[in-house]
């Protein structure tokens, strides 16, 4: 008898996988006809010198997969009526399929918006980088955050803590934590709100897809910030909402469109990104008029509001007005670790069950343990403890950026917006800067990539919050 | 001199904060008028009896705010520019607001659909409830999975993990995992990829929603199987895109559906949800040819694939071809525990930066710990073997299902769909059986709501999964 197949003794493969691949294979790549008689197992062990139930496995899950089908008394066969005909002959083993095969799959708008745009980057080796984001991680108490987990784990799937395992209406959050997060924005932000208003998201970022998904409809009027967070301008764009780039001052945002059909309005009157001003107060009340009068919704995004070095803090737009809609949002990425994927909104109360519903479509809920242990992390007032000491730290570093400036730029430097937050917006005049950081090996953040349409020249964020002061130093004098 | 504002020596609120909002309360309540002046601090300290200090720090607030302004030589006054008339008279506290006085907020049309749609249940007390979601989590072994997170924990913050602390390139999901779910799939599903190509998200949901906004735009024509799984009917609804059911047969979905620009096909080949079938072989290919021809996207979820309690199990689709952009999507949560957010999309390799970029933009990554861990669990083998314990149990507790419904029903009750997976299709005839079913205390899941357009009548879904064999025995009593 011809070999129809071959196996391996000496392969790692079970010879069982062998001969069911062997014939899957044959079959798929039509080297088999639909109708051929296939040797008995027997026949078929014999030759090949194997075991007659490893055949004989092998061809009860053909079978089942319906590759064979056996005929009562006649035998078995390849199946006569798969159609065939549409596979490609001759193609390579599955096991090699090449990139090459792979076809041209067409995006949706969204889609090819996201691949002109790459947010991701890798932090380079050696260099001084002067990032915008990072909170100082050597600062984080992990040791008593790793005791609060592991309080949480230890109450994990006992009896008395059934909230931790099961699907039941956690999408709004973890309601303990919402309440602490209740409290604390009355507290320290004059936020206005009940624990029902609370929302937990995967940190500010999936809070502001949220919203954009449930507020605009193609075409919809945007008002934004120009320069603007570019995370928050690309999920205003992705719902194919229209984008109205809206200047900053030094009073912060000013409402200088005209008309009347603003659906949104994205704002960030604490520290604004990335220019650094707070709103002042007359113009804190200006937007809300311009709000109300055409029932626009603010989404504020209380961004860096946790360090301020100068002056007490501004309390937050939300709690000033309580005839305008306010989407207030938040993280806790910054002030603690960047991996701790927990923020929050805080929204009008119509808005609670849809944006409740939109979580819950999108992906359930927020992990619960991280949320438990972060809700005792605030009530043991640990949150407050560790803002206040980065607040020092941060404040010093503030000075190491501003003293190294003037001392290697002199009147070259004019820094800006650096009374609160974890970065400085520094006008420069020099050409030759990003070539010459480049080689002083100094990882520079340009301010144009936040602007919608024309940059201003030779503007970057120096980031502070995550270099010590001997780096700081070292980095300005690098480039001066 | 006439006491403008009062403080309660005896209240918990500390006086600087008492003098602090009182003024700002009568500001925006317009009880002061801009210009006015204000009393010097010693004045106010005196006349309320309480520390110099208390009031000068309210006053240092109020200035550096903007509601008071300090004129050089003059005193201290209401700030004259701000625009009151703005603010509505005579509102309430700020502490106060009610919930009437939030505006109405128009949604867009996405927000609309979700609040007709409400899918977070509370889950009833006392009742047995046939849930077709839920695994049995008291067999789940956390003491185990405790281990593994404490493993992970100490880990975290060691200057040899910074991995679990920073945000760079986690946005596909954690390496290690992704290598072990690319071989596990290998391994149990044949399914056919590199890690590259598998990217971890919040549970399937994520996954679906993701890949539903990078493919799909509004009017793109997306089939869907019929009854279908009503949370990837709504995601792709949620794009805009027209929605065409494609039948079920015992086979499997039926592509009859003759229109050439089909971008997108929904299926579940593995244990159709929610009607439990089994797609053939012959039938896979068909739909193979058919997503080829019209360079149609194949988005796989393979629901349930893991207990199989008759055959072998099918491989996934995923394996079969190699010239079809086919998206696979799964999730841990069935198998593991539902709070356990982690799922996994396989997809093909052009599609992997602009998912990845997606992911970013939507929450930035899956939480780091809870990957870890279930690396350990899965490279460790806990996963296979805790999926042939449940696939024992729950095999047990489908028996004891249909062994219940003979008994209490008889012909009345036909049962299918249980080839596989955590529940079973039952085609009943009895009117009243909703109502029985109700006033007996159990939680009935007719599949109606599976449906678009017509269902066929008393068809519901019994899970079995998360149910004791007595408790099944005494539920199907309860309702015969």
């Known amino acids: 008898m011809r070999t129809l197949i071959t196996v391996d003794q000496n392969a790692s493969t079970p010879l069982t996988q062998q001969v069911y691949n ?34 004989t496995t092998a061809y009860e899950q053909l079978i089942a997969e319906g590759y064979l089908v056996t005929k009562q008394g006649a035998g078995t066969f390849v199946c006569s009526n798969l159609p065939m005909h549409n596979l490609p002959k001759r193609r390579a083993t599955l096991a090699t399929r090449s990139r090459a095969l792979a076809p ?77 997060v209740a409290k604390y924005l009355a507290r320290t932000r004059a936020v206005v709100c009940k624990p029902e208003q609370v929302l937990i998201t995967n940190g500010s970022q999936q809070g502001l897809d949220l ?74 009340l200006e937007l809300l008029h ?18 301020r070095y100068h002056g007490p803090p501004l309390p937050a737009l939300q709690g000033l007005s309580d005839d305008v809609a306010i989407v207030y949002c938040g993280t806790f990425s910054k002030v603690m670790f960047p991996a701790l994927r927990i923020g929050y909104l805080v929204v009008p109360d119509s808005l609670v069950p849809v944006l409740t519903q939109a979580k819950w479509l999108a992906d359930r809920y927020t992990p619960l343990l991280e949320q438990a242990a972060l809700t005792e992390f605030m009530a043991a007032g640990h949150l407050e403890r560790h803002v206040r000491r980065m607040r020092k730290l941060y404040g010093a570093r ?65 980031g502070f919050s995550s270099l010590s002061e001997r780096v700081i130093k070292e980095g300005i004098k690098r480039i001066g």
Chains 1, 2 share one sequence.
């Open 104 to 180: 041209a799959i067409p995006l949706s708008d969204f889609g090819r918006q996201l691949q002109s745009d790459n947010h991701i980057r890798p932090q380079p080796k050696g260099w001084i980088d002067f990032s915008h984001w990072d909170p100082d991680l050597t600062q984080f108490p992990f040791a008593l955050w790793k005791q609060l987990l592991q309080q949480q784990l230890r109450r994990l799937g006992g009896s008395n803590n059934p909230l931790l395992l099961d699907y039941s209406s956690h999408a709004a959050g973890y309601w303990p934590l919402r309440c602490e």
């Open 211 to 284: 919203t954009a998904r449930v507020l605009l409809n193609a075409n919809d009027k945007v008002l934004i910030e120009n320069p603007c967070y570019s995370g928050a301008r690309q999920v205003f764009a992705a719902t194919g909402a229209k984008l109205l780039p809206a200047a900053i001052d030094e009073q912060g945002l000013r409402c200088d469109y005209s008309g009347k059909d603003v659906r949104l309005l994205f704002v960030t009157p604490s520290h604004q990104f990335p220019l650094g001003v707070s709103m002042s107060l007359a113009r804190r």
């Open 290 to 307: 311009y709000a109300k009068q055409r029932n626009t919704v603010i989404v504020e995004d209380d961004y860096d509001s946790e360090f």
């Open 398 to 462: 503030r000075e190491a950026l501003v003293t190294a400036f003037q001392q290697h730029f002199g009147a070259a430097a004019v820094i800006s917006g650096i009374d609160a937050g974890m970065h400085a917006l520094v006008q420069l005049k020099d050409n030759m800067l990003l070539a010459r950081a480049e080689q002083a090996k100094v990882k520079l953040r340009p301010a144009a990539q936040s602007y919608l349409g024309k940059a201003p020249p030779h503007q970057y964020l120096f």
């Open 22 to 55: 062997a014939w899957r294979h044959g079959i798929l790549q039509q080297r088999f006809f639909g109708g051929q008689r296939v040797p008995s197992s027997r026949e078929l062990a014999q030759s090949l010198g194997i075991a007659r139930s490893t055949v």
